[in-house]
């Protein structure tokens, strides 16, 4: 099964309501928010990171540049980089930009920047550069396994 597909199962598995959109290719959380008609700041960017030696997933609102001292501080990590474009493949069997919000999916730890929770609703890429889901983050924080914290606080 595709990653859209597990991922709208596990949305009506949840009795949770989400847009599912089709879009031209996107690759930047910028462009994304262009061709959806979304808000940036709904922009939900999972980047792929290696700590330590280890897969994690950090999910930050589009216009928030990802801080790697402060993730690396909060997760007890001495080396925090995102991983390469080869180790996200070989983990999600996705591509940089189309990797959606779910690390669950993969066994992935996450950790979700807190000013995504400032907003109602939140659109990621859902496994490809050209669909995309929205959904209410309430609705999401309720069902994915992941630790919020500030990501900006230097």
């Known amino acids: 099964m595709q990653i859209l597909q597990k991922i709208i199962a596990l949305l009506n598995e949840k009795n949770i309501p989400f847009e599912h959109m089709t879009h031209d290719f996107v690759h930047r959380s910028e462009e994304a928010a262009k061709i959806r008609g979304s808000r ?19 999910v930050v609102p589009g216009p928030v540049k990802m801080s790697f001292n402060i993730l690396k501080k909060e997760i007890g990590a001495k080396k925090l980089c ?25 066994n992935i730890p996450m950790y979700v920047e807190e000013s995504l929770l400032s907003e109602e609703y939140m659109v990621f890429s859902a496994g ?21 914290f500030s990501f900006r606080k230097e």
Not at 40 to 46: D, G, H, I, Q, S
Not at 88 to 98: N, P, Q, W, Y
Not at 130 to 148: C, E, G, H, Q
């Open 40 to 58: 940036f700041e709904e922009a939900a960017k999972a980047l792929i990171c290696q700590a330590d030696g280890k897969i994690i997933m950090a």
């Open 82 to 106: 995102l991983a390469s474009p080869e180790d996200v493949l070989a983990r999600t069997d996705l591509t940089i930009g189309s990797v959606p919000p779910f690390g669950n999916l993969w």
């Open 128 to 148: 490809s550069h050209y669909d995309s889901i929205r959904v209410k983050v309430k609705d999401y924080l309720s069902f994915v396994p992941a630790t919020v």
